[in-house]
């Protein structure tokens, strides 16, 4: 080790997380709502090695009702089951990558149902609402987690697990682009079992139908700059039910990866109006420092947190109400109190 590379955090004790795994007698496994494939994909790999084990276990997410089509080509996806079969009363739930309760979205009442609650996660504003909660804020992706888990298990991560830990720490640190070496490490070992990480990322990240190109090009040509805003500038969209026709949440959800690369704004938005209420909108927040290794960046999961989400740092995300104007209103006071006093 050479002086500058930084002392490592001291990580995050797995082993409650493994006894309480071992005692289990059966699992179910609760995915956020709009599963990603950090959250699948920790279900998926527990899943797998619980079956293994020869413990029966489950993996389930609220809404929507079908597994997004980017994420059926995960191993593990026949434990899958439809939120209606989750018993009210389980043994032991394990929750992967919920911040919150609010997260499980409709499944949170089968928390009060269950034996034990394990909650792993790695999102800084985790509310640590399990009886067990094994939360590493510097793990970059849940997968990471599962992962330190499975080795402290003596769990074998074989060719089929280690997809899905890959699609979680792939997707998590945007194909490499943050996350310490750490993640570099993991990925080495995951890509050692055989595993196409090239197939997998183009599937999980770099695949949309053709009526994505068109839904861009309404959406970011209403792209808004506000350049003082929180002392860091501000660039934001909106994402109208009518913008998105049928297209998948997959193309939705990339809007923000595009905003995020503003030059002038420290801060970007996305605000996507949900199926459900013109009303009600999901709203994504990244921010980004001012130079490289600045670490100055805007603490998005802070903002977040004030107008009732959470997250990390850099890209958080909450759930609210209004018109579009109240919508960046709020934001901006969440932003920056004092000029919007
Ligand atoms: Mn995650």
């Given at each position: 080790m050479t002086a500058e590379i930084p002392a490592e955090v001291p990580a995050v004790d797995v082993s409650v997380a493994v006894s309480t795994l071992a005692a289990a007698r059966s699992v179910t496994v609760l995915c956020h709502v709009q599963p990603d494939a950090d959250t699948l994909g920790s279900g998926l790999a527990l899943a797998q090695v619980l079956h293994r084990r020869g413990v029966p276990v489950r993996v389930s997410f609220a809404e929507p009702a079908e597994l997004p089509a980017s994420m059926r080509s995960l191993p593990g996806v026949e434990h899958v089951v439809p939120a209606g079969e989750v018993p009210a009363e389980v043994d032991l739930l394990v929750t992967v990558d919920c911040g919150s309760r609010g997260r499980l979205g409709a499944l949170a009442d089968r928390l009060a149902g269950a034996g034990t609650v394990l909650v792993l996660d790695h999102h800084r504003s985790n509310t640590r609402f399990g009886t067990v909660n094994v939360i590493d804020e510097n793990a970059a992706s849940t997968t990471t987690l599962v992962a330190r888990i499975l080795d402290a298990w003596g769990e074998p991560i074989d060719r089929d697990v280690a997809h899905c830990l890959y699609a979680g720490l792939v997707t998590d640190t945007g194909s490499f682009r943050w996350g310490g070496s750490g993640s570099h490490a993991l990925a080495e070992r995951l890509l050692a079992t055989g595993i196409d990480g090239g197939g997998i990322t183009r599937f999980l990240m770099d695949t949309h139908p053709f009526g994505w190109l068109p839904m861009l090009s309404r959406v970011l040509g209403s792209a808004r700059l506000l350049p003082e805003i929180g002392g860091a500038g501000l660039v934001?969209?909106?994402?109208?039910?009518?913008?998105?026709?049928?297209?998948?949440?997959?193309?939705?959800?990339?809007?923000?990866?595009?905003?995020?690369t503003t030059a002038e704004a420290g801060v970007a938005a996305v605000f996507k109006q949900t199926r459900s209420s013109s009303n009600t909108w999901t709203v994504s927040l990244r921010s980004r420092d001012t130079g490289i290794g600045t670490g100055d960046g805007v603490d998005v999961a802070r903002v977040a947190g004030l107008l009732g989400g959470g997250g990390h740092r850099y890209a958080s995300g909450y759930t609210t109400t209004g018109t579009p104007d109240d919508l960046v209103a709020a934001l901006v006071r969440a932003l920056d109190p004092v000029a919007a006093s």
């Open positions: 934001y969209v909106f994402v109208r039910r009518e913008d998105v026709g049928g297209l998948r949440s997959e193309e939705v959800e990339s809007v923000i990866d595009i905003i995020r």
